[in-house]
């Protein structure tokens, strides 16, 4: 089995609100990821996670708050965004930071900013 | 740095018609390569990957060559379906390091 689970599909928010992603797995995976993706674009790194810890910030706003609280589960934490955050938010994971190992995406939450 | 180039799309193909997607990557050392393929509206899936030089990855009548002397991983299949119509991005990870680095996605069209 090679699911990373995602919720919510999509997230319809406003700029004052606070919302949070989900992003799941339960492959023992150790490395997990959290990319944006803008229409017909490659998805962007965001932030990578390795045994629960932060590992990589690609320099990404402090309105966007990563949160790790178990080896299974990533959460993404949104504050005060802008219309120009409206994306699709790809999460993965991998069985750990080492090079070659496969990285496997979730379906994705469409996040729409008004 | 790390590079991968994609040739522009939309591709569009006829049903039953060859498939070649080139892809052509620059990058120290021995990265590994994969191609993921995105359908309209939803996440990434890894459609395959090659580890070293001259490894052939294949899935789902789909398949492409790790060539180091080219430094190419092209895609290709026999014989499109109207369901491979999707975006196909080609990706690669560096030796020993855990980002991954994707061209800039080639769009399918398969028509019947």
């Known amino acids: 089995d090679t699911e990373v689970t995602q919720t919510p599909k999509h997230l319809v928010m406003g700029m004052t609100n606070k919302k949070s992603l989900k992003c799941e797995q339960h492959?023992?995976?150790?490395?997990m990821y959290w990319y944006k993706q803008k229409a017909k674009k490659p998805p962007e790194l965001m932030f990578v996670?390795?045994?629960?810890?932060?590992?990589i910030n690609e320099s990404v706003p402090s309105r966007f708050s990563p949160e790790c609280p178990n080896s299974s589960l990533l959460n993404l934490h949104l504050h005060a965004l802008q219309p120009e955050d409206s994306a699709l938010y790809l999460c993965?994971?991998?069985?750990?930071?080492?090079?070659?190992?496969?990285?496997?995406f979730g379906p994705g939450t469409r996040l729409l900013v008004l | 740095g790390d590079s991968v180039t994609q040739m522009e799309g939309p591709v569009t193909l006829s049903e039953e018609a060859f498939l070649t997607i080139n892809c052509t990557y620059t990058?120290?050392?021995?990265?590994?390569l994969f191609w993921y393929v995105q359908y309209p509206g939803e996440g990434l899936q890894l459609l395959l990957k090659?580890?070293?030089?001259?490894d052939k990855g294949s899935n789902k009548g789909f398949e492409a060559t790790y060539r180091k002397e080219t430094t190419s991983f092209h895609l290709e299949k026999g014989s499109v379906q109207v369901s491979d119509s999707a975006v196909y991005f080609c990706?690669?990870?560096?030796?020993?390091?855990?980002?991954?680095?994707f061209g800039k996605g080639t769009m399918l069209l398969v028509s019947p």
């Open positions: 492959m023992g995976h150790r490395a």
């Open positions: 090659a580890t070293k030089a001259d």
């Open positions: 990706a690669l990870r560096p030796s020993g390091y855990s980002t991954l680095t």
């Open positions: 996670y390795s045994y629960e810890k932060l590992s």
């Open positions: 990058a120290t050392g021995y990265p590994s």
């Open positions: 993965a994971s991998s069985q750990d930071l080492g090079g070659g190992e496969t990285q496997y």
